[in-house]
Each structure stands twice: as structure tokens, then as C-alpha cells.
């Protein structure tokens, strides 16, 4: 971590951090996302890069309007969704 990152967490009792790994695609609810926007875009040949953006707008759309969906992709992670009250 960062010189400046280490001393702005040292300064600010409030701040939870937790370190993960550098590379663990299973903690990281984009990656649930991700598959969710994937799928029904896959093997589909774009005929505009504005076809593409309007799709993906869609679909991400359509996760927006299902909450359920954005709370199950960060439960997949099996981190705390809700930061611990302080003592």
C-alpha cells in the first residue's frame, strides 16, 4: 500500500480497510455482474459501436430495476455487505 494510503488510514480511526488478495475474481461483485450483462450479449456481432453501448446500457439497465440481482452478486463474494459498527 501507498505511503499516503497508509497514513490516511492511520489518521482516521473510522476508516475500516481490508486488504484482499491482488488477484481474487471470486471477491469482487463485478465480476457476478459481469456475467449477468455477458450473457445475453453473448455471441452477438455488433453492427456499430453505438449498438453495442445502447445493449450494454440495457442490460445494465435491467439489473439496475432488480436489486435482488445487485444483492446477490455481492452476497456470491461472502463478504459483509454492511460495514461493523464500531464498539
Not at 505511503?3 to 481474487?24: C, F, N, Q, S
Not at 435482488?68 to 459498527?85: K, M
Amino acid at each position: 500500500m501507498a505511503a499516503g494510503l497508509k497514513r490516511y488510514e492511520a489518521e482516521h480511526d473510522w476508516l475500516t480497510t481490508v486488504r484482499l488478495p491482488a488477484y481474487a475474481p471470486d471477491l469482487n461483485s463485478v465480476e457476478a455482474v459481469w456475467s449477468l450483462v455477458r450473457g445475453p450479449m453473448a455471441n452477438t456481432a455488433f453492427d456499430t459501436p453505438d449498438d453495442l453501448d445502447h445493449t450494454l446500457r440495457r442490460e445494465l439497465r435491467r439489473i439496475q430495476l432488480r436489486p435482488r440481482l445487485i444483492d446477490g452478486c455481492l452476497a456470491a463474494t461472502g463478504l459483509a455487505v454492511n460495514p461493523p459498527t464500531p464498539p
